[in-house]
């Protein structure tokens, strides 16, 4: 009995393993399942679109690469990478040494500077009139180290907030004076009906907090799909694709590093 | 499992600083609630029938809907629409209605409030009707009775439910974390952000709700043998007799 079943699960278990090798796996693009808008965001359609999303199909078209767009929610989504339900992270993740130590980055594929937002007769200056006002930053971001390194002696009160839309919230509550954040994402929101008292105060200026600017996080032992990457980065920044999508949604070229 | 960055000075102080908000919030919302718990048990008791019935809607409502829903309920709603008032942001009270901490306390106040209202009210109810009327054969006023023979004895009988109410609070707090307050789980994210360790700044803060639950039962163990009335723990008792 076992003689005769013995090759016949073997071929089965080959055959199984030619069924998987043959259907390739499209790379998982990893996006915050939490709505980063202009970057990654639902169109009317349900589909997720916005600048990473529309870049990193661009990215995948020019690899000649298979790719999904996989939301994944943010708290999650390091060891997301980890295990491989994602392959890459392209949700603005800015480039830090702290990050390098777990995870690998791609070159920058865009820099923006933090800006501050607060109401328009607001009568504090930024930075140096913070003391004894309350800062919104959202937590995990470079905001948020840059506000408790560079402004840890300023005598302002930094709340960190999961997500920005809680932030820009509170910031429009009156519950806390100015927000920092990432400028292109103040751009939109002070376009805002809600938000139409407030305005860009100022932009943070270069710091290494802010690190090398946004790359794609991928793991450690990716080498081949880092260096396809970055021959991809190169290309849709060459070829203005980077330049005309940035064009489209921030009305400025953020691309490069 | 890698703990350097405990040495970080930052991460130290986030973890001090969720600690004590915890600490306080347990400590305000916890007494508050305890008081009003009173209030609470007494209306639906003894208070005339429009307020028992007030009451008993609150706990209702308190006890039917989710905490979390409730605190954002507070936070996201009622404190939002309050800068809309004109005043508001100019009084007094603004730098406390703008404080997260503020919602938080008033929303875990609320719940001890009716919870353990709810338990107050059932070991009132079950203090023998004997004892009451003891109290007043001796001439003792309604007030006398209510604070030297009713509330001791009620509350006697139902604190080590409200123990495990406390522990219950204590272990809410970790929701504030949604509303940019900073407590042991906001601490311990904003480290997993940003050192990309998920487990170890969790076990740490699972290590430190544990030391507080240990120390709260081992203090509302000690409060059990000292309060008026109470007989010695059945263990010890056991203990003194012989084999």
């Known amino acids: 009995m076992k003689r005769t079943l013995l090759p016949a699960l073997t071929a089965g278990v080959l055959a199984l393993t030619a069924i998987t090798a043959s259907a390739a796996e499209p790379l998982k693009i990893g996006i915050s399942a939490e709505p980063y ?8 359609d349900g589909d997720w679109t916005g600048f990473e999303v ?9 690899m000649q690469a298979d790719c999904a767009i996989t939301p994944t929610g943010w708290g999650g989504i390091f060891p997301a990478l980890d295990s491989g339900k994602i392959d890459m992270i392209m949700n603005s993740l800015s480039i830090t040494d702290k990050r390098k130590k777990v995870i690998d980055f791609t070159d920058p594929y865009y820099y923006t500077p933090g800006a501050y937002v607060a109401a328009k ?13 309350v800062l919104g930053v959202q937590g995990a971001t470079t905001n948020a180290s840059y506000a408790r390194r560079a402004l840890a002696d ?5 709340k960190i907030y999961d997500r920005q839309e809680q932030a820009n919230r509170d910031l429009l509550a009156g519950r806390v004076d100015t927000i920092l954040a990432d400028k292109i994402a103040m751009t939109e ?13 100022a932009t943070a200026p270069r710091h290494k907090a802010f690190g090398e600017g946004v790359g794609i996080g991928l793991r450690q032992d990716d080498d081949a799909l880092r260096e396809d990457l970055d021959a991809a980065i190169a290309r849709v920044i060459d070829d203005g694709t980077c330049a005309s999508l940035s064009q489209k949604y921030f009305e400025t070229d953020i691309c490069g590093g | 499992m890698d703990f350097s960055w405990l040495t970080d000075p930052f991460y130290q102080r986030y973890l001090w600083t969720g600690f004590v908000n915890t600490l306080w919030l347990v400590a305000v919302s916890g007494s508050l609630g305890l008081a009003l718990a009173v209030g609470v048990a007494l209306a639906q008791i003894r208070g005339p029938r429009p307020l028992a019935l007030l009451v008993r809607g609150f706990t209702t409502v308190i006890r039917g809907t989710p905490l979390l829903v409730q605190l954002f309920f507070f936070y996201d709603g009622v404190g939002r629409l ?23 306390a008033l929303t875990f106040t609320l719940s001890v409030g009716a919870y353990s209202g709810e338990v107050i009210r059932g070991a009132l109810l079950s203090v023998p009707p004997g004892e009451l009327a003891a109290g007043r054969a001796f001439g003792l006023s309604r007030w006398q009775i209510l604070y030297r023979l009713w509330l001791p004895r009620g509350i006697q009988m139902c604190l080590p439910t409200l123990t495990g109410e406390m522990i219950l609070l204590l272990k809410s707090v970790p929701l504030v974390s949604t509303i940019a307050l900073m407590d042991l789980l906001k601490a311990a994210n904003l480290v997993r952000d940003e050192t990309f360790l998920v487990y170890e700044p969790l076990l740490l803060i699972a290590g430190i709700y544990l030391a507080m639950t240990l120390v709260l039962t081992a203090g509302m163990r000690l409060v059990e043998t000292r309060f008026p009335g109470a007989r010695p723990a059945r263990s010890r008792r056991r203990r003194l007799l012989p084999g």
Not at chain 2, 82 to 104: M, N
């Open chain 1, 121 to 133: 007769d607001a009568d504090f200056a930024i930075p140096d009139g913070l003391d004894g006002k």
């Open chain 1, 37 to 44: 808008p202009p970057f990654t965001y639902k169109g009317a």
């Open chain 1, 54 to 62: 529309e870049l990193g199909l661009a990215l995948c078209e020019a």
């Open chain 1, 189 to 201: 929101f002070v376009k805002r009906d809600a938000a139409r008292d407030y305005e860009i105060r």
């Open chain 1, 154 to 158: 300023s005598g302002v009160e930094i």
């Open chain 2, 82 to 104: 309050l800068p809309a008032i004109p005043g508001v942001q100019e009084s007094l009270l603004w730098p406390l209605l703008r404080d997260p901490f503020f919602y938080g």
